[in-house]
């Protein structure tokens, strides 16, 4: 059993990955910003650790972190403001990466985006500029790190049902996953070996998960 703490523990991701773990006996603490959230993560079998990440500085979030074994990075803006998307997904991923160095955590999984790269492509006038650069930057800082970091490209996300099935590997181009298998990919990768140092591209497709992972 491993104590693993989601960051962005109330989030489509994080509520779906919560029970595989706790379901596995894993003991889940569900990160949140609000106290009033902490019902819905006790449901999926987290305990509700409430810290703020986008405020905290790294020093606090390493006192949250201290004990855990494990941080999935699962939070985001959510396609607000840039610079709520500068904030949390650049800045504060990159305090909680800074933080699980700093409390002893040893495994980190970062969820986020197919095709994300510091060589992402987008204009700066485009919508989706702040939220490329920001993960290509949180992901390279985590690359930087003595960490046994994953990182996790999902491509389209949708909230079809879970098949339990991707396809990943050289050549595999975006189309799209259930949130579902994004949960039980990440669950995965936590406990495969294979997927240390790596940056894995996924879509829903036609191998078994675990199959898949220890494939790469």
């Keep these: 059993m491993s104590r693993i703490a989601i960051i962005g523990g109330h989030g489509k991701v994080g509520l779906k990955l919560a029970p595989i773990l706790a379901g596995q006996g894993h003991e889940v603490s569900a990160v949140i910003r609000n106290p009033d959230q902490t019902k819905d993560v006790e449901s999926a079998g987290a305990s509700a650790l409430v810290a703020d990440v986008e405020k905290s500085d790294a020093a606090e979030i390493a006192d949250a972190l201290r004990g855990h074994d494990a941080v999935v990075w699962a939070a985001g803006a959510g396609g607000g403001s840039p610079e709520r998307t500068w904030s949390v997904d650049r800045d504060a991923a990159i305090r909680t990466i800074d933080a699980a160095v700093e409390a002893g955590v040893k495994r980190f999984v970062m969820v986020s985006y197919f095709g994300a790269s510091k060589d992402h492509g987008v204009p ?52 799209k996953v259930s949130r579902d298998d994004v949960a039980e990919v990440a669950a995965a990768a936590l406990a495969e070996p294979k997927t240390i140092g790596k940056f894995l591209e996924f879509n829903n497709g036609g191998a078994p998960i675990a199959k898949a992972l220890a494939s790469i």
Aim: aromatic share 8%; charged share 35%.
């Design 124 to 175: 700066e006038d485009d919508d989706f500029y702040a939220y490329a650069e920001s993960k290509a930057e949180a992901d390279e800082h985590l690359r930087g790190t003595k960490l046994d970091w994953t990182i996790l490209g999902p491509s389209g996300l949708s909230d079809d049902k879970g098949t339990g099935l991707i396809e990943i590997g050289d050549g595999v181009e975006a189309s």
